[in-house]
């Protein structure tokens, strides 16, 4: 059962460089999400998804992309890196329909933009 | 908007006694969800226990008890003989009934020590 995982676990980027951060779940969850912890922020979402080919702005959008043709993955995007997005990044899913609403998470990635 | 406040950002129990984590919320919905999640070092979050906002009867899970006042706002975490590994990061967080916008909205977490 390997649930909702995260890759890489860690990467080190540079300014201006185009990263991808992967998430992929093998619970067929209808619902994805992109979240971000920062420090004295808790966790805010980026993107959400609410099925394959549909996805839509959280919180904190700007500078990233994402993109889901399949539902089992979500990938997020940096086109274009900053050091303002050096953060943990966490991935979470959850099904459909009532009693569905728990979200799981994913181990992280820890990214930081020199 | 939706909002969470965890007002305390640490707080520290004796190993075997009893914790409580504070959270309120603001919402005008009437139905919703309410959860807390554990971050232990290894920066997972792990699901402690969750609460739906049309129940009256307190959430329970083994030593995890919550104290839900909906007409206060208020979702309080209880934590009975407290044990070495309950020593993490907590997080209230608050979910609209669902439906396609099923964002999860945190507090911003409360780090918990456990003394021996």
């Known amino acids: 059962d390997a649930g909702i995982t995260q890759s890489p676990r860690y990467k080190i980027t540079e300014t201006g460089r185009q990263v991808t951060l992967m998430c992929h779940q093998t619970?067929?969850?209808?619902?994805m999400f992109w979240y971000r912890q920062d420090l004295g922020h808790g966790l805010r979402l980026i993107y959400y998804s609410a099925a394959a080919d549909i996805t839509d702005k959280g919180e904190v959008p700007d500078g990233y992309v994402v993109s889901r043709s399949k539902t089992e993955n979500f990938p997020l995007t940096l086109e274009s890196a900053t050091r303002s997005q050096t953060s943990v990044y966490f991935c979470?899913?959850?099904?459909?329909?009532?009693?569905?609403?728990?979200?799981?998470f994913g181990p992280g990635t820890r990214l930081l933009v020199l | 908007a939706q909002t969470v406040t965890q007002s305390q950002p640490e707080m520290s129990v004796q190993e075997a006694e009893t914790v409580t984590l504070s959270c309120t919320y603001d919402t005008s919905e009437s139905d919703y969800y309410l959860f807390w999640y554990k971050q232990p070092p290894s920066r997972q979050m792990i699901l402690v226990i969750r609460?739906?906002?049309?129940?009256?009867q307190n959430a329970t899970e083994n030593r995890f008890s919550v104290n839900f006042q909906k007409a206060a706002k208020s979702f309080s975490l209880k934590i009975s003989d407290s044990q070495l590994g309950d020593a993490a990061m907590y997080f209230c967080a608050y979910r609209s009934d669902p439906g396609a916008n099923s964002k999860l909205t945190f507090g911003k977490g409360i780090t918990l020590s456990v003394r021996p």
């Open positions: 619970w067929s969850h209808s619902y």
């Open positions: 609460q739906e906002a049309y129940k009256q």
């Open positions: 979470a899913s959850s099904a459909a329909g009532d009693g569905q609403e728990t979200q799981y």
